[in-house]
């Protein structure tokens, strides 16, 4: 008898039932990475609060129905969180316009990395890199490079924690002192990359033993495109020009080179 | 249809080589040269030879990895030929499975993964997906097609990869040690499925394998090779193993009816040096999406660690054993509870062991890792050995005639200025052990523990390694294992603790024997 379930390693992962249960899920990725270049591109010009307010407010909407989780929203939102508040922060003390323009900065900053965020977290690896290959025409070779190094991520972090075992069990500990502790950080970070590269390696071996790269390859899943992924791609643009309309009539609308 | 009966219907490939050579770059001898041998088609081929025999780069070039645009790099000489063709223009013929079923997945789900081989094959995408259930069904994969990849046990990832092979349909399978890195249950799992799937299959087949006695009913058909040479021994199985029985397992392979006799003084056993109280412990921490939360995995364990006694941990992968090991030997804190030093341990600290500082630990506690690379420090052997003692404070000459003793008694003499990453598994593994005793004949080490000591090793290193382990128990040090290995346990183990459903049981010493009787009876 071995263990059923040995601890799940794959955090990468989507649930066996696609996590369909959440609405946003259900489209075709490179649909909603489309959405998300969209915004994010579509509010470069606008350095406003109320454009990248509104555009922010319809995406933080969406949250409830994408299947992010508060503790994963936390660690990858919080950097960008952290960005926004700072960069709001420095534009209140330096810049030109005041709160008005630092509170515009921030909401900005949030509104571009939301949208992006989002579309990475609710989609599944494996659908990600069948939507960029089939749809966006993204070169083959590379998204799967990425999507097996995907996979050894979780393995990575373990290697990580069993190297920095192995150096205390050594009697490598940098204790207190600051020196110390950077040179023995990057001791354990090339031990890490050597065995990484030696994982890597093994893994790129499997793969080409499975003749990958020895000719042209067929496609198992279809990347299917829905008239709900045109339609996303719509909302998005249909946002994006609310934000600004609204913004221009409420003349609160400021352009990044006016 | 035509298709589904493809798999017994393909008849097996031809493989010829001759005066066929190679050299990985870089290197200035051959692992292998001058080998002659022809396979027939359908032939079950076992490849034997000593540790470094080159036996692994053989098989890659069968699969038509070592060509010129292939993954592996070195020089080749002679020929070699699969079904008339050189091997890495026909890749795809031949389907390969490795040890390390980690390393062997591609994809996050398991009918992608089976996929992926029919897929770079061009196979119509209309009869993929057939291929895919068939291969599952082969292996008696016990979860659909979405089940992730990464909530596999090891001998269900190694059963997905077989599966991933015989998807792509070959007419010759490559099997390179494919259970050696799995535990009892997962290695008998995987045993029954290449039983049936010989059954069923016209293809050839070459079989690289360390446990003879594990393997010998799946083939006719027993090839040696010397290291740095050609085939010295080929032949049914039973003729070769009767005229080369001997010399093959003096060169390491372990063979069945001449496995290793270690010397063992017995256990002059003590009183306690280390004591887990109620420990409890938890998986690591992940970061990412839709992560399973961290969850107990050992849950009120009391284990005592005695001095001049042996002490196993056994128990199914991914029970905890590893986990348990770090926590006895201080290197990581317990959820809950405690591992206190008792006895003389405790006169060089009061402290739970989790607290001590690292040096301190380290002069008291040693631990060998399963991955022998995970601790080493320095750039060459010799520098690896003078490591602790100098740290410890011995003096330069002192040091030297210490650290050139244990290279001698550990066979690394010739290596001591070599890079430790670039050794052999049997070196590597001496090593290891030997960086954990380096801190002096005075003062060795109170407690050893080790991770999986013997796990792939020949039988030569198998034997020193419990010698080694035996003479430092005479010596009234304890040892902590956690092990697979039966031979081991039957020979080294005082105690042992099965570790098992979070918990941590002591095993009675009559069961320990029953369960040993088995074990020779089997093999």
Redesign the interface.
């Given at each position: 008898?071995?263990?059923?379930?040995?601890?799940?390693?794959?955090?990468?992962?989507?649930?066996?039932d696609?996590?369909l249960r959440y609405w946003l899920v259900g489209f075709n990725p490179a649909a909603k990475l489309l959405a998300a270049l969209l915004l994010g591109l579509g509010l470069v010009p606008a350095v406003d609060a109320v454009t990248g307010g509104v555009v922010l407010a319809g995406v933080l909407l969406l949250l409830p129905f994408s299947?992010?989780?508060r503790r994963?929203l936390l660690?990858l939102g919080g950097p960008f969180l952290l960005m926004g508040l700072s960069n709001g922060l420095v534009n209140y003390l330096y810049g030109e316009h005041g709160a008005e323009g630092a509170l515009g900065a921030a909401v900005r900053l949030l509104a571009i990395a939301l949208p992006g965020l989002i579309a990475a977290?609710s989609s599944?690896?494996?659908e990600m890199s069948d939507g960029l290959v089939q749809r966006l025409r993204v070169p083959e070779r590379p998204a799967?490079g990425v999507?097996?190094a995907?996979?050894l991520?979780?393995?990575l972090?373990?290697?990580w924690?069993?190297?920095t075992?192995?150096?205390?069990?050594?009697?490598?500990?940098a204790?207190r002192n600051p020196v110390r502790r950077i040179t023995l950080f990057f001791?354990r970070l090339f031990?890490l990359l050597?065995?990484s590269i030696r994982?890597g390696?093994?893994?790129?071996?499997?793969?080409?033993?499975?003749?990958?790269?020895?000719?042209?390859?067929?496609?198992?899943?279809?990347s299917r495109w829905r008239r709900a992924d045109t339609l996303l791609i719509a909302g998005a643009a249909l946002l994006l020009a609310a934000a600004y309309t609204l913004s221009a009539r409420l003349g609160t609308l400021v352009l990044l080179f006016s | 249809m035509a298709e589904t009966h493809g798999r017994t219907a393909r008849p097996g490939a031809r493989v010829e080589l001759s005066g066929w050579g190679w050299r990985h770059s870089g290197r200035g001898e051959y692992a292998l040269r001058g080998v002659d041998l022809v396979v027939e088609p359908g032939e079950r081929v076992l490849l034997l030879g000593a540790s470094g025999a080159g036996k692994s780069t053989l098989l890659?070039s069968l699969?038509g990895?070592t060509g010129e645009d292939?993954?592996?790099s070195g020089d080749q000489e002679g020929t070699l030929l699969v079904d008339g063709e050189p091997a890495d223009r026909g890749?795809?013929a031949?389907?390969?499975v490795?040890q390390?079923p980690?390393?062997?997945?591609?994809?996050?789900?398991a009918g992608?993964d089976v996929?992926?081989?029919?897929?770079?094959?061009?196979?119509?995408?209309g009869l993929?997906?057939p291929r895919?259930h068939e291969a599952l069904d082969a292996v008696g994969f016990p979860y659909?097609p979405?089940?992730?990849?990464?909530?596999?046990?090891?001998?269900?990832k190694q059963r997905l990869v077989i599966a991933?092979?015989l998807a792509?349909r070959p007419r010759l399978l490559l099997l390179d040690e494919p259970t050696a890195n799995l535990?009892p249950?997962?290695a008998a799992?995987v045993r029954g499925v290449l039983t049936r799937m010989l059954a069923e299959t016209e293809a050839t087949m070459v079989l690289v394998e360390h446990r003879v006695a594990e393997v010998v009913d799946l083939v006719d058909r027993v090839v040696v090779v010397e290291p740095g040479g050609g085939v010295i021994a080929d032949g049914d199985p039973a003729a070769v193993f009767s005229g080369h029985g001997r010399s093959l397992a003096d060169q390491g392979v372990w063979i069945p009816g001449n496995e290793p006799l270690p010397e063992l003084s017995p256990a002059p056993g003590g009183g306690a040096l280390l004591e887990a109280v109620g420990v409890a412990a938890r998986?690591?921490f992940?970061?990412?999406?839709?992560?399973?939360p961290r969850?107990v995995?050992l849950d009120g364990v009391d284990v005592t660690v005695s001095a001049g006694t042996a002490t196993a941990l056994t128990g199914?992968?991914?029970?905890g054993k590893s986990t348990l090991l770090?926590m006895l030997?201080g290197?990581?804190r317990p959820h809950r509870g405690q591992v206190l030093p008792r006895g003389p341990l405790a006169g060089a600290d009061r402290r739970p062991l989790a607290r001590w500082?690292?040096?301190r630990?380290?002069?008291h506690?040693?631990?060998v890792?399963q991955?022998a690379?995970?601790?080493?420090?320095t750039t060459t052997v010799r520098d690896e050995l003078r490591?602790?003692p100098l740290?410890a404070g011995m003096g330069e000459a002192e040091t030297d005639a210490w650290v050139g003793e244990l290279m001698e008694r550990l066979r690394l003499t010739r290596l001591a200025d070599v890079h430790p990453?670039t050794l052999s598994g049997g070196e590597k593994r001496r090593l290891s052990v030997a960086?954990?005793l380096s801190s002096g004949p005075s003062h060795a080490p109170d407690v050893l523990v080790l991770d999986e000591p013997t796990f792939g090793q020949d039988t030569r290193t198998w034997t020193e390694l419990v010698e080694l382990l035996g003479a430092l128990r005479a010596e009234g040090r304890a040892v902590v294992m956690a092990t697979h290995d039966g031979l081991l346990l039957r020979h080294l183990a005082d105690a042992r603790v099965r570790v098992a459903d979070g918990r941590a049981v002591y095993a009675s010493a009559s069961a320990a024997r029953e369960a040993a009787a088995g074990r020779r009876t089997r093999g």
């Open positions: 008898m071995g263990d059923r379930r040995a601890p799940d390693m794959l955090t990468l992962d989507a649930p066996e696609g996590g299947g992010i989780d994963t660690v977290v599944d690896p494996t799967m999507l097996a995907l996979r991520v979780p393995l972090a373990d290697q924690r069993t190297i075992l192995a150096r205390r069990a050594r009697g490598l500990e204790g001791g031990a050597v065995r994982t390696t093994l893994l790129a071996t499997a793969m080409d033993a499975r003749a990958f790269g020895t000719g042209p390859r067929t496609r198992a899943r279809r | 890659h699969a990895l292939g993954a592996i890749r795809g031949a389907g390969l490795s390390d980690e390393t062997q997945l591609v994809m996050a789900r992608d996929a992926f081989g029919p897929e770079n094959l061009g196979v119509d995408p993929i997906w895919v659909g979405r089940h992730s990849t990464g909530a596999l046990s090891g001998g269900e991933g092979a792509m535990d249950a997962g799992l998986t690591p992940q970061l990412g999406v839709r992560s399973a969850r995995v199914p992968n991914g029970a770090t030997a290197l990581s500082p690292a040096r630990l380290a002069r506690v040693g631990t890792f991955h690379e995970d601790q080493f420090v490591f602790a740290r990453y960086t954990a």
